[in-house]
């Protein structure tokens, strides 16, 4: 009778695991003393076997008290019913593989229950340390396969002292000279090492720790991090491995200005916790990180409302880069939800630009000097910091551009931003005249002093010939800078031929990419390339045409009529040349200058777009990480 009850108890179990081991337990006909309940599961077990290697169920049945103990309920048994099925299983003598899957879950549950070896040698505790030592952590997939699974016990793992143990042998394997994924320092390129890491191991980042180290929860990945780092593991590689986390947290993060999706307080929390522990983890070092990645980190922190060091430290990050940084990159945009704010954050972007001009002339001050030799040759310890001012003034005219058909931009942020590009990353004023004319077309309301103040960002003197002339026919510029437009040019083309020896110019003259001449051979057999008479004929033919738009502009407007008599204008500006008399060649200039005045490359759009640009994008232009 009392086996058929046992029986009936047994067809109560819902795990296939549970009745498995009941089975075991009947098939030997030995009625159960003890029903033991873990979670929603009962086991019908006996004591003896138990309480000989579980020194917690030793406690709870010893005694004259404990031998009237049927039922016993454990309470927080780590891996649950499963993991007490394979105790169970170690407690009656039944052969089960121990694997890296399983190694944490049987660790943590025979901590819990005491099966130490002052219980009984060759316990539970002392198989499990063996197999971590000799087997699951001496390779780099078991580690982090036993990781993955302790995060799954805490807080017993941390008891069991599981998580430390995986975190030391993930990173000196890693950076251990004991492993296939050996690391020294070394240079780019060549023998198989880059920054101090094999090429092995670059490939091992990008294949397999992706899915393995990125799956980690941010507080373990954390500490993974600065024990790699604390043993040398620095640069692109550790990067990488941020990178790969940072785009599999972040995913689905959609940021796209003010129709941006809401999401719930608690995820939000939990993303904006991982991403300040992100940018916390970014290495020191240059070049390590992307702009673009940057780019993206900065705007999810702007849309997480992370800490205001956390969006600094970005924001200095870009600065020390913006040299390799892409119009894309630059178009964050604005987290203020109010209608009336512009569509993208010029704010910070001007942030950037004044930690890239204070980052360049702290390098430039610390730039060793140059020293003369006793051949007059001069030489330094070491050549001087390479400045990429050029390519970051080409792509801040490029973004004034693409922000000044904003509507909602104010003419004191929009001037602010072009004033802040220096002199000498303009080389000529082409792009910052396409911004200003792209701004004055937007806002037509303009008054004539906010159109003259934005037109003051840009020095009429340094803009090329066919930005001169598209100027000089430009309705919306103010007159007085159409004036200043047309003196320039007359000067120009007044004034004498550059010497051949003389070094080139911009300032005043063409664009570079039109001031090329040849310079004579050394052998002195060197021919002009363009006949004297042609040279000289087109200098008269551009100040015919010069002459001419003089005459529209006195039909625009009779106040600048003094720019033909010689009189000084009310604005205190040089007035313009005189044109010089007219010769019997006339008639055959007139004719010239008609047919070469058709011709206008200005507006070609490769003429002004001199900087570093991706194709404009469309306007339902949206930033998610993806």
Same mark, same amino acid.
């Given at each position: ?141 078991g ?32 950076c ?38 990125t ?19 620095k ?13 599999k ?21 939990e ?26 980190l ?47 954050? /010029?704010?910070? &972007? ?6 890239? +001009?204070?980052?360049?002339?702290? @390098?430039?001050? =610390? %730039? #060793? ?37 904003d ?60 930005a001169?002339?598209?100027a ?9 800078? /159409?004036?200043? &437009? ?6 120009? +083309?007044?004034?004498?031929?550059? @010497?051949?020896? =003389? %070094? #080139? ?8 990419a ?22 000289r ?24 009529a ?24 006339s ?40």
């Open positions: 009778m009392q086996a058929e009850a046992v029986a009936v108890a047994a067809a109560r179990f819902v795990s296939p695991a549970m009745k498995r081991t009941s089975d075991w337990i009947l098939s030997h006909e030995i009625p159960s003393d003890i029903t033991i309940k873990v979670d929603d599961a009962a086991f019908n077990l006996h004591k003896l076997p138990l309480a000989s290697k579980c020194g917690y169920i030793k406690k709870q049945v010893s005694g004259l008290a404990g031998n009237k103990v049927t039922h016993l309920e454990i309470a927080g048994m780590p891996g649950g019913s499963k993991a007490f099925e394979l105790v169970v299983k170690f407690c009656y003598g039944v052969n089960f593989e121990i694997t890296v899957d399983n190694v944490a879950m049987l660790r943590c549950a025979a901590e819990h229950l005491e099966m130490t070896e002052e219980c009984k040698p060759g316990n539970l505790v002392g198989r499990t340390e063996a197999y971590l030592e000799e087997v699951a952590l001496a390779s780099l997939e580690a982090v396969t036993v990781l993955r699974k302790a995060e799954e016990l805490l807080p017993a793992s941390e008891k069991a002292r599981l998580i430390g143990r995986c975190i030391d042998a993930i990173a000196s394997i890693f251990g000279g004991e492993s296939q994924f050996s690391m020294s320092l070394g240079t780019p390129g060549g023998g198989g090492v880059y920054n101090g890491v094999s090429a092995a191991a670059l490939r091992e980042v990008d294949d397999w720790c992706a899915d393995e180290l799956a980690l929860r941010i507080d373990t990945f954390q500490r993974v991090m600065i024990a790699m780092k604390a043993r040398g593991f640069g692109i590689a550790m990067g990488t491995l941020i990178m790969l986390y940072a785009q947290s972040l995913r689905r993060l959609d940021m796209h200005g003010r129709d941006r999706k809401k999401m719930g307080a608690r995820q939000e929390h993303k904006r916790v991982v991403l300040e522990t992100i940018v916390s983890l970014l290495p020191r070092e240059r070049n390590t990180m992307s702009v673009s990645f940057l780019s993206m900065l705007r999810a922190a702007i849309h997480l409302d992370t800490t205001l060091a956390c969006r600094l430290d970005l924001e200095k990050r870009m600065a020390a880069q913006l040299g390799q940084a892409v119009l894309d990159d630059l178009l964050i945009p604005s987290s203020s939800p109010d209608a009336g704010t512009t569509a993208y954050d /010029v704010d910070v &972007v001007q942030r950037i630009l004044t930690g890239y +001009l204070d980052h360049e002339c702290d @390098a430039a001050a =610390a %730039a #060793p000097r140059l020293d003369y030799n006793t051949d007059d040759d001069f030489s330094s310890a070491a050549s001087p910091p390479h400045s990429d001012v050029g390519q970051v003034g080409r792509l801040m005219e490029s973004y004034l551009a693409e922000i000044a058909s509507e909602n931009l104010p003419t004191d942020k929009f001037t602010a931003l072009a004033e802040l590009i220096p002199e000498r990353a303009r080389f000529n004023e082409d792009g910052m005249y396409r911004a200003i004319d792209i701004y004055l077309k937007a806002h037509p309301n303009l008054a004539e002093g906010e159109r003259k103040k934005v037109c003051g960002a840009m020095e009429c003197q340094k803009l090329s010939r066919e001169c002339a598209h000089a026919q430009n309705d919306r510029l103010p007159v007085q800078t /159409v004036v200043q &437009v047309l003196y320039h040019e007359q000067r120009r +083309l007044r004034a004498p031929s550059q @010497a051949p020896s =003389a %070094a #080139p110019s911009y300032i005043g003259g063409e664009s570079p039109l001031s090329y001449r040849p310079t004579p051979s050394f052998n002195g057999r060197h021919r002009a390339s363009v006949p004297d008479e042609v040279s004929l087109q200098r008269e033919n551009d100040e015919l045409r010069m002459e001419l738009l003089r005459m529209k502009m006195r039909l625009r407007d009779p106040s600048v003094f720019a033909a008599g010689g009189g000084v204008p009310p604005s205190g500006r040089p007035p313009l040349p005189k044109k010089p008399g007219g010769g019997s060649g008639g055959f200039m007139n004719s010239m200058s008609k047919k070469l005045g058709r011709l206008n490359p200005f507006l070609r759009s490769d003429v002004l777009g001199g900087g570093r640009v991706r194709t404009k994008p469309p306007k339902d232009r949206r930033h998610s990480i993806s």
